[in-house]
């Protein structure tokens, strides 16, 4: 059999012994021609340029690599914040969604569908196709709908039809469901856009590398400030793991950087209300890939629940969940809480309002125990807007 490359994963999909491509028999056409395609298609000399000119013009790249320095002075270590909320619709997630509008357009698809939680990638993706005149419907819980109207509105405003999905929960999960099937009965001309590094083969390969732009410029902008291209410590929250994996792209490998993860803590570890999927999961199969899941003894996925729309998935990605079994990376789990505290931190200290996913990264600061002038790397990733209701609850 013919082999195809890959950036990261090996040449089945796999990160160890997680990823791969568990799927349905209709499904394997639209993978295996994803699969064959995306690399050679995304690395290609124009469509980088067009890529990187849409991230400069359009999302505003490079974002800025901001030394906080009232946050450094307080827990005594040289803190930068890498701004992924002054993107373009306030989140990373636009990196990866222009990435895939482009390579869905060179694979010769007309439509688009997308999953949504919190409404952020349902967002990236309608403001993509506006972008690029092309169909757009985006599946989301029907409970999901009523907590982010403004996203909704935005999303039909863009031209988006959003479906609502009455299943199960009403989240997160049933929207990746309701996506995947109408995959399978419209492979033909759709392209599935999915939002983190999740999913089967190649979509946590391809996802990662989407996002590897952020670690690719704090490296020279790490240079350029500190006289070095490496942090002593690296941060980012996961929910799937897309900020997560780009923000450690090209750190991967420097034994110099520590890179520590925040992972959804709800309530508490071990609470019931959590989303620690690397904490408190267990090996299983989720949306097509092998990876750390949320199950019970009978193998029925929990519920996972964090104050954050965004990480309340009970799933990570198979890079994540590889890495941190492998002992390369720390995830640890930061409560409710925590992130609350964190996010009022930022804002009072720095004049900055993040997103309650980005709050769980910051939320790490206090148990970090970072020598006196470390140099520490915090991705923020999305800025606070949409969670306006949820601070004010605790003004
Ligand atoms: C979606 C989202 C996340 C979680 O997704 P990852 O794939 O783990 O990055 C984190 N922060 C923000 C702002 C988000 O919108």
Request: aromatic residues 8%; negative net charge.
């Amino acid at each position: 059999m013919k082999t195809y490359r890959t950036f990261l994963a090996d040449e089945n999909g796999c990160f160890g012994n997680f990823g791969g491509a568990y799927i349905p028999e209709q499904l394997k056409k639209c993978i295996d021609e994803l699969r064959e395609n995306y690399y050679d298609m995304i690395t290609a000399p124009d469509f980088r340029e067009e890529y990187d000119n849409l991230l400069q013009n359009y999302v505003g790249r490079p974002s800025p690599l901001y030394f906080a320095n009232r946050l450094s002075d307080k827990y005594k270590c040289r803190i930068y914040l890498k701004r992924e909320d002054l993107n373009h619709t306030g989140a990373h997630k636009i990196n990866n969604t222009i990435g895939q509008v482009l390579l869905a357009g060179r694979m010769g698809k007309k439509r688009i569908i997308a999953e949504t939680g919190a409404g952020q990638h349902g967002l990236a993706t309608a403001t993509v196709c506006a972008l690029m005149g092309m169909e757009c419907t985006i599946y989301m819980g029907e409970m999901d709908m009523q907590r982010q109207q403004l996203n909704v509105e935005k999303m039909k405003m863009l031209g988006a039809q959003v479906v609502p999905v009455k299943s199960g929960s009403g989240t997160l999960t049933n929207a990746v469901d309701a996506a995947l099937q109408d995959w399978c009965s419209n492979e033909k001309d759709t392209f599935y856009i999915i939002g983190s590094a999740v999913g089967p083969h190649p979509y946590p390969d391809m996802v990662s590398y989407f996002q590897s732009v952020i670690s690719r410029e704090i490296k020279y902008q790490l240079l350029e400030q500190e006289g070095r291209d490496y942090p002593d410590y690296l941060i980012a929250c996961v929910g799937g793991g897309s900020n997560a994996s780009g923000t450690m792209f090209h750190y991967i490998d420097e034994p110099r950087t520590k890179i520590v993860l925040a992972e959804a803590a709800g309530k508490g570890l071990h609470s019931g209300y959590s989303a620690a999927t690397v904490n408190e999961g267990v090996i299983g199969i989720l949306h097509g890939s092998k990876s750390l899941v949320m199950q019970d003894e009978n193998g029925e996925l929990k519920e996972a629940y964090s104050i954050s729309a965004g990480l309340d998935y009970p799933g990570v990605g198979p890079m994540i969940a590889n890495l941190s079994i492998s002992g390369k990376i720390d995830v640890q789990a930061v409560t409710d809480e925590e992130a609350v505290a964190a996010a009022f931190e930022l804002t009072k200290m720095e004049g900055i309002i993040p997103a309650l996913e980005s709050s769980h990264a910051l939320g790490l600061l206090p148990k970090l125990n970072a020598e006196t002038n470390d140099v520490v790397v915090i991705t923020v990733s999305g800025r606070g807007d949409k969670d306006m209701v949820t601070y004010t609850n605790y003004l």
